[in-house]
């Protein structure tokens, strides 16, 4: 099984500019997750679902969208670009309700000029 | 509500003596702890965690943590440190977040502690 997998790894993008971060796991769970780590600050969640064809925003939702087509994967999109989306951005997954462990992507760093 | 706070940013030891990371939380419910360790350039995986049961939790590579509900602390410990575990970690608590209805599991992170160790 390989998991949470994410594409792309790296990114540079330059402002205003507008990207796709894909999501995929196989581990046949329910929820998925979109956070954002920033240095001092942990993680935070962007967007997440708990079920294919719904979405919900987190913590910090702005400059963000998200769709959830297969259960499989989690997309997240940015229209338009700014320097302080610059980021490492982690997807993850999990079983149906709580507290139940997520399991994290490798991530993907994201620089806006 | 619910929050976390890791009381120190930078942990220093040498390697062979023993490690303490603290973590102190807050939760409306009865909480579910974690600790995920994240090496660098690398995604977070689970080292321990915490659900009502033993108070007293063993993880991965010789780590093990607390659950002190009298101090609302979960403090993660390891005898001796190796080089391998220098690290960031993070403590967790998870809470029940809501979605149209449908709880969830909503995780709150610490702010994480860098760990190096020191030959």
């Known amino acids: 099984n390989a998991g949470v997998t994410q594409t792309p790894k790296f990114r540079v993008l330059k402002t205003g500019q507008s990207m796709t971060l894909l999501c995929a796991q196989d581990?046949?769970?329910?929820?998925m997750y979109w956070y954002r780590q920033d240095p001092g600050m942990g993680l935070r969640l962007i967007h997440y679902?708990?079920?294919?064809?719904?979405?919900a925003k987190g913590e910090v939702p702005d400059g963000y969208n998200v769709s959830r087509l297969k259960k499989q994967n989690f997309l997240l999109g940015l229209e338009s670009a700014a320097p302080s989306q610059t980021s490492v951005y982690f997807c993850a997954s999990s079983s149906p309700g709580g507290p139940n462990e997520q399991f994290f992507g490798p991530g993907t760093r994201l620089t806006v000029l | 509500a619910q929050s976390v706070t890791q009381l120190d940013s930078h942990v220093s030891v040498s390697e062979g003596t023993p490690v303490l990371l603290r973590c102190n939380y807050s939760?409306?419910?009865?909480?579910?702890l974690f600790w995920y360790v994240q090496h660098p350039n690398k995604g977070l995986q689970l080292l321990l965690k915490y659900t009502s049961a033993a108070t007293l939790v063993k993880g991965i590579n010789g780590f093990e943590a607390e659950f002190k509900k009298s101090e609302t602390s979960f403090h993660l410990t390891k005898p001796s440190a190796h080089m391998s575990d220098a690290a960031e970690y993070f403590c967790?608590?998870?809470?029940?977040?809501?979605?149209?209805?449908?709880?969830?599991?909503?995780?709150?992170f610490g702010q994480g502690t860098i760990l190096t160790v020191h030959p």
């Open positions: 581990m046949n769970h329910e929820y």
């Open positions: 967790v608590v998870t809470g029940k977040g809501n979605a149209g209805g449908t709880s969830y599991g909503k995780l709150t």
């Open positions: 939760s409306s419910y009865s909480p579910s």
């Open positions: 679902s708990v079920g294919e064809g719904t979405t």
